[in-house]
T-cell receptor, first 114, second 111 residues
Framework: EAQVTQNPRYLITVTGKKLTVTCSQN?????MSWYRQDPGLGLRQIYY???????DKGDVPEGYKVSRKEKRNFPLILESPSPNQTSLYFC?????????????FGPGTRLTVT | TQLLEQSPQFLSIQEGENLTVYCNSS?????LQWYRQEPGEGPVLLVT???GGEVKKLKRLTFQFGDARKDSSLHITAAQPGDTGLYLC???WGSGYALNFGKGTSLLVTP
């Protein structure tokens, strides 16, 4: 089954404790992206990657890091989480050959930073 | 960031009614997508429109892309409770790689 998986699905942590949210896709997609979704602000892109070793900032990259060492994986790293990073996070992937970037989304990770 | 506005923000209707939601920008899209998101889940792609004036139908859902490719609409005929969810539009501009999302229209259809 074609899918994007994220782990963990739920995470409660404390300010300053480094964490990683994993994302993996099995569709051989070149493009992968991270979004956060907040009430009243909608979906905002954090980082995206056009291919292995190619990443770029989205609209809200501050406080986040990413890496793309393998095509299928795109982990999101919070080096020193803060309460304003409490949010619902989505990973997504897409093909790029048609230039449409139709996104397949993961199930989401709900992060709470206390 | 390109601004993409959706209206209305919230919509509550009864089963069987028709509705239209809108997605507008001051910029020209190279393509535009509509997604539906149910509570606790990730958005799911409904349709992509590319050509100005294009109309696509998905069962009771009709998607229209404006002639100038700056706006789009989603019309639902005879809404059902299963249509309840958050409807998001997302646009790609020029040769950009990033997808910009509107804030969404939250639809509630009651029996």
């Amino acid at each position: 089954e074609a899918q994007v998986t994220q782990n963990p699905r739920y995470l409660i942590t404390v300010t300053g404790k480094k964490l990683t949210v994993t994302c993996s896709q099995n569709m051989n997609h070149e493009y992968m992206s991270w979004y956060r979704q907040d009430p009243g602000l909608g979906l905002r892109q954090i980082y995206y990657s056009m291919n292995v070793e190619v990443t770029d900032k989205g609209d809200v990259p501050e406080g986040y890091k990413v890496s793309r060492k393998e095509k299928r994986n795109f982990p999101l790293i919070l080096e020193s989480p803060s309460p304003n990073q409490t949010s619902l996070y989505f990973c997504a992937s897409s093909q790029t050959d048609r230039g449409l970037y139709e996104q397949y989304f993961g199930p989401g990770t709900r992060l709470t930073v206390t | 960031t390109q601004l993409l506005e959706q209206s209305p923000q919230f919509l509550s209707i009864q089963e069987g009614e028709n509705l239209t939601v809108y997605c507008n920008s001051s910029s020209v899209f190279s393509s535009l997508q509509w997604y539906r998101q149910e509570p606790g889940e990730g958005p799911v792609l409904l349709v992509t429109v590319v050509t100005g004036g294009e109309v696509k139908k998905l069962k009771r859902l009709t998607f229209q892309f404006g002639d100038a490719r700056k706006d789009s609409s989603l019309h639902i005929t005879a809404a059902q409770p299963g249509d309840t969810g958050l409807y998001l539009c997302a646009g790609v501009w020029g040769s950009g790689y990033a997808l910009n999302f509107g804030k969404g229209t939250s639809l509630l259809v009651t029996p």
